[in-house]
């Protein structure tokens, strides 16, 4: 069983302590891919040495993240183009994407929102990335763009909505990302939606340090939980684990080519 964990903040700090514990106890469970997330121009090059410090399994998306938006300033557009260009001249370059971006309503400053988000949309296009997309209370906002920007390919992360929606996306070609909290019972839009879009339109996530899973509140996230969300999701399924984590793998690699 192989198991790609599609959005892990592995560089940040919560980290430093322990990465390569935290790593290889994921791998032991066969998370064997990691795929970390760039958020702020300031973070790129930790990013990007992080990533390199593990090649064995980390690959990487740059991306300025709404949650970052008071270290944003317009020109950065132009630096994260700078980065992709040097970086995606190297053919076994291990950046796969444009992420983590988005638009999201509690985090201030919506114009700039707006201008970065679709300034990024328009590098994926030019450069045929995949984007990683993050949302709240936006989701129907960031599908209009996507179909504006003509993007067939990415991942709605953590994706809470309902069936329509996730169909919707799964139409313009996107994967869902599924994470902890299709752990909560509670959650049952999101389960429902899930499970009735089913498996080939579906991706796996942690969001590690963040978005504990039902059991873990209060705890550090890490990548080797991913086993759990599957486990759930195999259960919201009914389809056997091994099974479903083959078409989940199969879905990671050809999105991120
Ligand atoms: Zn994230």
Known sequence: ???????????????????????????????????????????????????QDF?????FSLGLHP???????????????????????????RCKAVGEIGLDVTCGKPELQQTLFKGQLKIAA?????VILHHRKTLDELLKAVREASIQRGVVHAFSGSYEQAAAWADQGFKLGVGGTITYQRAKKTRDAISRIGAEHLVLETDAPDMPLCGYQGQRNEPKRVLE???????????????????????????FN
Not at 17 to 41: C, H, P, S, T, Y
């Open 55 to 59: 090649s064995n399994s980390c690959y």
């Open 126 to 130: 030019e450069y045929q990335l995949p």
């Open 1 to 51: 069983m192989r198991i790609f964990d599609t959005h892990c903040h592995l560089d940040f700090a919560a980290f430093d302590d322990d990465r390569a514990q935290v790593i290889a106890a994921a791998q032991d469970l066969g998370v064997e891919r990691f795929m970390l997330l760039g958020v702020a121009k300031q973070q790129f090059d930790r990013l990007i040495n992080v990533s």
């Open 229 to 255: 969300v599957l486990n759930s999701l195999s259960e919201l399924l009914q389809t056997e684990t091994n099974e479903l984590a083959d078409v989940l793998w199969k879905n990671s690699v050809e999105l």
């Open 67 to 93: 949650y970052f938006i008071e270290q944003h300033e317009e020109h950065h557009l132009g630096a994260l183009e700078s980065y992709l260009e040097a970086i995606l001249a190297d053919t076994q370059t």
